[in-house]
């Protein structure tokens, strides 16, 4: 097993190409050697099998999707009110829009998790983790709202992502940001952005 770190690295950028663009079925090891312009055979060289790139996937979907570190001092700036948790809900949108075949990629091996039990455990330890790390970084941040503010936030935003990304046309993109911002507001209601 090849342990090159920016090769495999490139590997799984390119697993997250094809699988955002051609689904589960398209992820062949053959397919990923195309996407990252790597002589036939290399993805076999670095993944033990298919369910092993799968899983090596969903690691680096999370490792791309982390927030700048100055983005997250930003948050201990200024008033934490419900103006700051808005501006941190559009960055979180925007930030997982912009990687669109990542979050495909994401829904991609969520489908595949049903089938998939070694999957589905990674999934659900990582988007456990994830969640509960965002609710104890709100909560300990003195941000308005509680655990369950979070989760909410969580669960529409994701859908509102989701829409954005595979049906575009229902949500066109100029109501985007005032539906993130709507919905913070109805999330953790208050005058004028205090709570």
């Known amino acids: 097993m090849r342990q090159n770190p920016a090769r495999r690295a490139a590997l799984l950028d ?11 079925r ?8 195309v996407e990252a312009q790597v002589p036939n055979g290399t993805a076999s060289n670095y993944f033990d099998n298919r369910d092993d790139l799968l899983i090596q996937v969903g690691h680096r979907f999370y490792e791309r999707l982390e927030p700048d570190p100055g983005m997250m001092a930003a ?25 669109r075949s990542g979050y495909l990629a994401l829904l991609e091996l969520r489908l595949e998790a049903t ?25 300990r ?4 709202g509680d655990a369950t503010t979070v989760v909410l936030l969580y669960l529409a ?4 992502i989701m829409e954005r990304l595979t049906l575009p046309d ?16 109805r999330v953790l209601p208050g005058p004028g952005g205090a709570t």
Do not use: C, Q, Y
């Not at 398209?26 to 050697?33: E, P």
């Open 170 to 185: 229902i949500f066109p993109e100029s109501r985007i940001h005032p539906l993130v911002t709507d919905l913070v507001e």
């Open 75 to 99: 948050v201990l700036e200024g008033p934490r009110d419900r103006d700051k948790v808005t501006e941190l809900m559009h960055e979180l949108v925007d930030r997982v829009s912009d990687f």
């Open 14 to 24: 390119a697993a997250i190409e094809v699988l955002a663009r051609e689904g589960a």
């Open 115 to 139: 089938r998939r039990p070694e999957l589905r455990d990674l999934l659900t330890e990582r988007i456990r983790a994830d969640l509960d790390a965002n609710i104890d970084h709100h909560t």
């Open 141 to 144: 941040s003195g941000l308005p």
């Open 157 to 160: 935003l994701n859908w509102l």
């Open 26 to 33: 398209g992820l062949t090891f053959r397919a990923v050697d």
